[in-house]
C-alpha cells in the first residue's frame, strides 16, 4: 500500500506544471495547499521502503524527519476528539483516517504560509521580479 502512496506526489508536481501554464494571482498558497495534503501520507510511505538494502533506508531516512514533524498531529486530535484511544493498536482504517486529518490541517497551515508569502509579494514587486529571474 505504502507503494501507492509515493503517487500522491503527482499532485504537487501537477499543480506546480498548471501554475507555469496559468499564472494564479496566489501561486505559493496553491503551492502550500498541494504540499500540505500530501507531505504526511508520502512521508509515512517513504518510511515503508526501509526493506530495500541501501537505496530504501536513504528513502526511509528522508521519509523519517517529515514523519517525525508532521504524523504526530492528527494522532493527538484524534486521540483529544475520541476517535482513538491512547495506546490502542492502530488499524489501516484509523491510519487512514490520521493522514486525511494531517493532509487537511497542513494544507491549511501551508497554504496560509503561502497565501502570506503571495501578500508580500504583491506589496513588493521589484522583489517578486527579481526573484522569477532567478
Given at each position: 500500500m505504502s507503494q501507492?502512496?509515493?503517487?500522491?506526489?503527482?499532485i504537487p508536481l501537477s499543480c506546480f506544471e498548471l501554475n507555469k501554464?496559468?499564472?494564479?494571482?496566489?501561486?505559493?498558497?496553491?503551492?502550500?495547499i498541494s504540499i500540505g495534503l500530501v507531505i504526511a501520507p508520502v512521508s509515512f510511505a517513504l518510511l515503508g521502503f526501509t526493506y530495500?538494502?541501501?537505496?530504501?533506508?536513504?528513502?526511509?531516512?528522508?521519509?523519517?524527519?517529515?514523519?517525525?514533524?508532521?504524523?504526530?498531529?492528527?494522532y493527538l486530535s484524534l486521540i483529544?476528539?475520541?476517535?482513538?484511544?491512547?495506546?490502542?493498536?492502530?488499524?489501516?482504517?484509523?491510519?487512514?483516517?490520521?493522514?486525511?486529518v494531517n493532509?487537511?490541517?497542513?494544507a491549511y497551515i501551508y497554504g496560509f504560509i503561502g497565501?502570506?508569502?503571495?501578500?508580500?509579494?504583491?506589496k513588493h514587486p521589484l522583489k517578486n521580479t527579481l526573484l522569477e529571474s532567478l
Open positions: 501507492y502512496l509515493i503517487l500522491l506526489t503527482l501554464l496559468i499564472n494564479f494571482k496566489f501561486r505559493n498558497m496553491v503551492y502550500g530495500i538494502p541501501v537505496i530504501g533506508k536513504m528513502l526511509g531516512l528522508i521519509g523519517l524527519l517529515p514523519h517525525l514533524t508532521h504524523g504526530w498531529v492528527g483529544g476528539t475520541g476517535f482513538l484511544e491512547l495506546g490502542a493498536e492502530i488499524t489501516a482504517s484509523q491510519l487512514v483516517m490520521i493522514n486525511i493532509g487537511l490541517v497542513f497565501y502570506v508569502i503571495d501578500r508580500k509579494l504583491a
